[in-house]
């Protein structure tokens, strides 16, 4: 038994990272401190004055264990791995995980290559960016292509220059192909160069070297030619407008802001580089509860910046920042030079905030009403189920449903709404196996005792070998069973429920003569609901989600069942041995002719295999089974 009181004593004056853990030893906090002792003891001291949130969490802490670091960096390190790792509920969640484009100039190269990418790495290449918009880059990149030829190709040059002919770029003008040695090293860096400058935000020249040429093929009458340098003037601007917003500073920054309220927050972050904005983002923070702004800040920054390959010099934020020193240093050894944060109070800088902390505010108003009207079509909808049911706790819906052609390739689905919402990973889907022909009743009930028995039965298996029994593939039951269908199979699922000895609530789904939902059979009753309630719509997606799932499964199956083959019924031939047959042989007439020893030259074929063909298409058969046969019809 953990004696929290006891560990407490036993915590070192060190720093490091601690985990705190439930009584279903899931890990539901993770933090750093620079004394452990002093840090973990405040969490369990009575006078400390501690915030709701906090309160919340020290309740289902059951033990705690730590790890000592050498340094604060080290902890700040390893805390924001372990938040990434296990996602902690009670730790303030970055929502959005998001990997920016860049463009990469692979300047270290001879020939230089302008390309896509989202990851920055040491390589001597120059990057630009981060891009909000992974359209707008790619759109530039053909523009670099279009303008100043630059190659795409992934040859080697020059080692590659006259082994292989020119590509189509080269064939439409959109490149000038260094690969056969058609443009010196040196002409060839010139473009390289002028689109470094266009990169960079000089926009004037290219658009200036367009108009001549634009003008130039008007004048001689080659009005194709004049169009085409039109449309890249205005791709140009359309993409030097993407950057309209300039910093007097010429520096790189991120501004980073936020708003909240209630357990959510927005964080937005403009990403300026060279004096110019090239984006900007937005990021949902989850379960916030009463934190302040400086911490939920705080707790942006390293979820983010854990994961981003670029960090600029200068981190605009909005308030002072606990950890402000230690945060520096450690983005600061991973930039490879210096990173400050700073809080704008006027001037240039504080308007820029401003403009972000808008941004924020924006984004938060417009979220909040979408989650509301999620919110009322979900978990509102469950809550006016549970009222019209008189059930409490309807967590966890399963619904069943059973699909067939006239008794053929019998299937059955379940499908698991959770708080209104679907949880497809649940999804569960049975091909029947004891039950022929079109009973769907008996279908029904092979479906729910071997859906509840494996439940039963791999609980018992994960108790014994001391495992979560929630993270089982069938372990997890339904608070409520959602039948499609009536009276009849609803009697089916509580049968099968009294057998296996299991109390769960059971609904059947009844359908009007259009085949359309109009009301739950339940306790001997059928329970109607206004047309346009959320729990209406909700029971509805439920039923044909159901369907669908059923329907989808059975299709497939019997789409497999016509793509046969006549070399599929012979004893010992499968699709490896069947692929080979057809490869040698090429088709199946050849197959049939053939003797056993030609048989045997297929080095896939064994000679009692060969023996077991040549009997197939030469055995005394009945006449219509025969000629079925010879016909390659079975």
Request: aromatic fraction near 8%.
């Given at each position: 038994m953990f004696d929290i009181q006891e560990e407490l004593k036993k915590l070192p004056a060190r720093p490091g990272v601690y985990l705190m853990h439930n009584a279903q030893d899931e890990i539901i906090y993770v933090g750093k401190a620079r004394v452990l002792k002093n840090r973990v003891r405040q969490y369990f001291q009575t006078g400390y004055n501690r915030s709701v949130k906090i309160e919340h969490m020290v309740s289902h802490i059951a033990y705690f264990e730590y790890i000592i670091t050498d340094s604060e960096l080290e902890a700040l390190v390893l805390e924001c791995n372990l938040i990434k790792e296990h996602r902690p509920h009670y730790n303030t969640m970055l929502k959005d995980d998001k990997s920016y484009p860049y463009i990469r100039v692979t300047v270290q190269e001879e020939y230089p290559r302008i390309l896509f990418c989202?990851?920055?790495?040491?390589?001597?290449?120059?990057?630009?960016?981060?891009?909000?918009?992974a359209g707008a880059v790619k759109e530039t990149i053909e523009l670099m292509h279009k303008v100043y030829k630059i190659r795409n190709c992934s040859r080697v040059l020059p080692r590659d220059i006259g082994k292989e002919r020119a590509c189509l770029y080269h064939q439409i003008g959109q490149c000038q192909a260094p690969c056969q040695g058609l443009i010196s090293k040196e002409e060839y860096r010139k473009n390289v160069d002028q689109a470094l400058r266009f990169l960079n935000g000089d926009d004037k020249k290219i658009l200036r070297d367009l108009e001549e040429k634009?003008?130039?093929?008007?004048?001689?009458?080659?009005?194709?030619?004049a169009a085409e340098y039109r449309d890249l003037m205005n791709s140009v601007k359309r993409i030097g407008e993407k950057q309209k917003i300039n910093d007097t500073g010429g520096e790189d920054r991120d501004i980073i802001a936020m708003a909240k309220e209630g357990d959510e927050a927005v964080v937005s972050i403009f990403f300026i580089r060279n004096g110019k904005l090239l984006g900007r983002d937005h990021f949902h923070m989850g379960g916030i509860g009463d934190s302040q702004s400086s911490e939920i800040l705080m707790d942006f920054i390293k979820q983010f910046y854990m994961g981003t390959p670029f960090i600029p010099r200068e981190i605009l934020v909005q308030e002072e920042i606990p950890d402000r020193e230690i945060l520096e240093k450690w983005l600061g050894d991973k930039r490879g030079?210096?990173?400050?944060?700073?809080t704008p109070k006027r001037g240039s800088k504080h308007k820029m905030m401003e403009l972000a902390r808008e941004n924020a505010r924006n984004v938060l108003v417009k979220d909040s009403e979408k989650l509301k009207r999620e919110e009322k079509r979900t978990a509102g909808a469950v809550r006016e189920l549970e009222q019209l049911l008189g059930i409490r706790g309807l967590n966890?819906?399963?619904?069943?449903?059973?699909?067939?052609?006239?008794?053929y390739e019998n299937v059955a689905s379940m499908v698991v709404f959770e708080k209104g919402k679907a949880r497809r990973s649940d999804y569960r889907k049975f091909k029947i196996r004891t039950v022929a022909g079109p009973d769907d009743y008996r279908c029904m009930e092979e479906a729910l005792e071997r859906r509840f028995s494996h439940g039963i039965r791999e609980k018992q298996e994960r108790q014994e070998k001391g495992l979560d029994e929630k993270l089982g593939s069938f372990t997890r039951f339904p608070d409520i069973l959602m039948m499609d269908g009536g009276k009849g199979q609803v009697n089916v699922a509580v049968r099968v429920l009294e057998k296996l000895h299991l109390d769960i609530p059971v609904c059947g789904m009844v359908k009007d003569d259009f085949h359309?939902?109009?009301?739950?059979?339940?306790?001997?009753?059928?329970?109607?609901f206004p047309k346009n309630s959320e729990a209406f719509r909700m029971i509805t997606r439920l039923q044909d989600e159901a369907h669908r799932f059923a329907?989808?499964?059975?299709?497939?199956?019997?789409?497999?069942?016509?793509?046969?083959?006549?070399?599929?019924?012979?004893?010992?031939?499968?699709?490896?041995?069947?692929?080979?047959?057809?490869?040698h042989f090429k088709d199946i007439d050849r197959i049939r002719q053939a003797t056993v020893e030609e048989l045997c030259a297929v080095p896939e074929i064994s000679e009692k295999v060969a023996e077991e063909i040549h009997s197939f298409f030469h055995q005394d058969i009945p006449g219509e089974k025969k000629d079925a046969v010879q016909n390659g019809q079975i």
């Amino acid at each position: 038994m953990f004696d929290i009181q006891e560990e407490l004593k036993k915590l070192p004056a060190r720093p490091g990272v601690y985990l705190m853990h439930n009584a279903q030893d899931e890990i539901i906090y993770v933090g750093k401190a620079r004394v452990l002792k002093n840090r973990v003891r405040q969490y369990f001291q009575t006078g400390y004055n501690r915030s709701v949130k906090i309160e919340h969490m020290v309740s289902h802490i059951a033990y705690f264990e730590y790890i000592i670091t050498d340094s604060e960096l080290e902890a700040l390190v390893l805390e924001c791995n372990l938040i990434k790792e296990h996602r902690p509920h009670y730790n303030t969640m970055l929502k959005d995980d998001k990997s920016y484009p860049y463009i990469r100039v692979t300047v270290q190269e001879e020939y230089p290559r302008i390309l896509f990418c989202r990851n920055v790495k040491r390589d001597k290449s120059r990057y630009f960016g981060p891009y909000t918009s992974a359209g707008a880059v790619k759109e530039t990149i053909e523009l670099m292509h279009k303008v100043y030829k630059i190659r795409n190709c992934s040859r080697v040059l020059p080692r590659d220059i006259g082994k292989e002919r020119a590509c189509l770029y080269h064939q439409i003008g959109q490149c000038q192909a260094p690969c056969q040695g058609l443009i010196s090293k040196e002409e060839y860096r010139k473009n390289v160069d002028q689109a470094l400058r266009f990169l960079n935000g000089d926009d004037k020249k290219i658009l200036r070297d367009l108009e001549e040429k634009m003008q130039a093929a008007a004048e001689n009458l080659e009005f194709e030619d004049a169009a085409e340098y039109r449309d890249l003037m205005n791709s140009v601007k359309r993409i030097g407008e993407k950057q309209k917003i300039n910093d007097t500073g010429g520096e790189d920054r991120d501004i980073i802001a936020m708003a909240k309220e209630g357990d959510e927050a927005v964080v937005s972050i403009f990403f300026i580089r060279n004096g110019k904005l090239l984006g900007r983002d937005h990021f949902h923070m989850g379960g916030i509860g009463d934190s302040q702004s400086s911490e939920i800040l705080m707790d942006f920054i390293k979820q983010f910046y854990m994961g981003t390959p670029f960090i600029p010099r200068e981190i605009l934020v909005q308030e002072e920042i606990p950890d402000r020193e230690i945060l520096e240093k450690w983005l600061g050894d991973k930039r490879g030079a210096k990173v400050i944060f700073l809080t704008p109070k006027r001037g240039s800088k504080h308007k820029m905030m401003e403009l972000a902390r808008e941004n924020a505010r924006n984004v938060l108003v417009k979220d909040s009403e979408k989650l509301k009207r999620e919110e009322k079509r979900t978990a509102g909808a469950v809550r006016e189920l549970e009222q019209l049911l008189g059930i409490r706790g309807l967590n966890r819906m399963e619904a069943f449903d059973i699909s067939n052609t006239n008794g053929y390739e019998n299937v059955a689905s379940m499908v698991v709404f959770e708080k209104g919402k679907a949880r497809r990973s649940d999804y569960r889907k049975f091909k029947i196996r004891t039950v022929a022909g079109p009973d769907d009743y008996r279908c029904m009930e092979e479906a729910l005792e071997r859906r509840f028995s494996h439940g039963i039965r791999e609980k018992q298996e994960r108790q014994e070998k001391g495992l979560d029994e929630k993270l089982g593939s069938f372990t997890r039951f339904p608070d409520i069973l959602m039948m499609d269908g009536g009276k009849g199979q609803v009697n089916v699922a509580v049968r099968v429920l009294e057998k296996l000895h299991l109390d769960i609530p059971v609904c059947g789904m009844v359908k009007d003569d259009f085949h359309r939902t109009r009301g739950l059979y339940y306790r001997n009753e059928i329970i109607a609901f206004p047309k346009n309630s959320e729990a209406f719509r909700m029971i509805t997606r439920l039923q044909d989600e159901a369907h669908r799932f059923a329907i989808e499964y059975h299709k497939n199956l019997r789409r497999k069942g016509q793509v046969r083959s006549v070399l599929d019924e012979i004893k010992g031939v499968g699709p490896a041995r069947r692929k080979a047959l057809m490869k040698h042989f090429k088709d199946i007439d050849r197959i049939r002719q053939a003797t056993v020893e030609e048989l045997c030259a297929v080095p896939e074929i064994s000679e009692k295999v060969a023996e077991e063909i040549h009997s197939f298409f030469h055995q005394d058969i009945p006449g219509e089974k025969k000629d079925a046969v010879q016909n390659g019809q079975i």
